[in-house]
Structures are given as C-alpha cells and as structure tokens.
T-cell receptor
Framework: DQQVKQNSPSLSVQEGRISILNCDYTNSMFDYFLWYKKYPAEGPTFLIS?????DKNEDGRFTVFLNKSAKHLSLHIVPSQPGDSAVYFC????????????FGKGTKLSVKP | KAGVTQTPRYLIKTRGQQVTLSCSPI?????VSWYQQTPGQGLQFLFEYFSETQRNKGNFPGRFSGRQFSNSRSEMNVSTLELGDSALYLC???????????FGSGTQLSVL
C-alpha cells in the first residue's frame, strides 16, 4: 500500500512558465514533508521541506504548499528553467524524529526551452 | 566538506552470488540510511543505522542486511542475489535521524 503517491509520472513545461508537481499521502500521522530532486546518475538532493504546522514554505523559485485536510502537497517552480529538468521525489515522515522517510515514485519534469 | 561516498559505483554480479556495498557518510553524521531505487518504484527504504544500531528496517527479505561501524561508515550486504535485485542502491546520511537526508551517488548493481 503506497502511503506517498505521485500520480503523474511525467510533466512537460515551457521555460519561464510555472511547474506544479503534486503529491498525495494517506497517513495522517505524517508530520514532515520534503521534496528531493534527482538528476540521472546522481543521488537525490534536498530541495525544500515543510512541517505539518505550516501550509506554505518558500525558497527562491520553489514553494511548497501543504493541504492537510486533503492530504495533499504541491511543489511550485516559478519560473521554470531547463536546468530544473529532473525527477522530483516527494517524501514524508511521521513519528517525530523516529520515523524513516517514505518516498513517492517520482515525477519526471522536462522544461523545454 | 566531503559528501556521502558510495563504493563501488557500478557492480555486475550473477545470480546466487553475494555483494557488499560501502557507504561513508558526511563527517559528523551518525545516521546512515539505505534505499533501493528501481525503475517505476521510487526509493524504497531498506534500513537505517544510528550509532552502530539498526533503528528502522523496511520490508525487504532477510537476504538484505547491513551494519554500521564506530566511525559511522556503513556496509550493506545482499546474499543469494536474484535478478530482481538489480537496482540503484542509495546511501544517505544525516546528523540525527531522517530529518534531512544527504544522498550519495549510489551503487548501480546489475545481476545477470
């Protein structure tokens, strides 16, 4: 049973436009959410996170929104750049500092010039 | 500061063999986690070690095992390899446990 779901395996966006990557979760005990970006032949790199006590966190071009009632979070990239083309993984954790991270299957973002 | 180092980078084995993968965490990090990535399956959690003790374990068979040494370096072992074990194995370290993971580049294991 998948607890963290990224239902779109891929997304294509024009350079300069907004990219919106979505993630749904089933476990209401999750209290911390993260986004990672992964380029081919490299390990994932941390992008941005959000605690369950917040509904928005911003870092430059990247903003994560959390809707706890819908058990949904999204990553907005504005404006999108070709260098943003990568696989994006959503991850969630529960149990304070004791829980391990559960990852979604990833969404491959392609930003076209 | 050096990042997470995984060796070897690539590995080719045959069914039935066993394999050991190595991970050196970022200096000062005491938690090491291992993940398996296969096409279409995302990152699946294998186990996490903190101060030489296994703290969490994912839903993998007993053929998958690991350990952590006093210097926080970790090894992962897979015995009796199966074709389905072909994957990218990623190691991640963190200062405490799983708050923000820093990943290595992974070991690409191919089982023939």
């Amino acid at each position: 049973d998948q607890q963290v779901k990224q239902n779109s395996p891929s997304l294509s966006v024009q350079e300069g436009r907004i990219s919106i990557l979505n993630c749904d979760y089933t476990n209401s005990m999750f209290d911390y959410f993260l986004w990672y970006k992964k380029y081919p032949a490299e390990g994932p790199t941390f992008l941005i996170s959000i605690s369950s006590i917040k509904d928005k966190n911003e870092d430059g071009r990247f903003t994560v929104f959390l809707n706890k009632s819908a058990k949904h979070l999204s990553l907005h990239i504005v404006p999108s750049q070709p260098g943003d083309s990568a696989v994006y993984f959503c991850a969630a954790r529960w149990g304070g500092s004791q829980g391990n991270l559960i990852f979604g299957k990833g969404t491959k973002l392609s930003v076209k010039p | 500061k050096a990042g997470v180092t995984q060796t070897p980078r690539y590995l080719i084995k045959t069914r039935g063999q066993q394999v050991t993968l190595s991970c050196s965490p970022i200096s000062g990090h005491r938690s090491v986690s291992w993940y398996q990535q296969t096409p279409g399956q995302g990152l699946q959690f294998l186990f996490e070690y903190f101060s030489e003790t296994q703290r969490n374990k994912g839903n993998f068979p007993g053929r998958f095992s690991g350990r952590q040494f006093s210097n926080s370096r970790s090894e992962m072992n897979v015995s009796t390899l199966e074709l389905g074990d072909s994957a990218l194995y990623l190691c991640a370290s963190s200062f405490a446990t799983n708050e923000k993971l820093f990943f290595g580049s992974g070991t690409q294991l191919s089982v023939l």
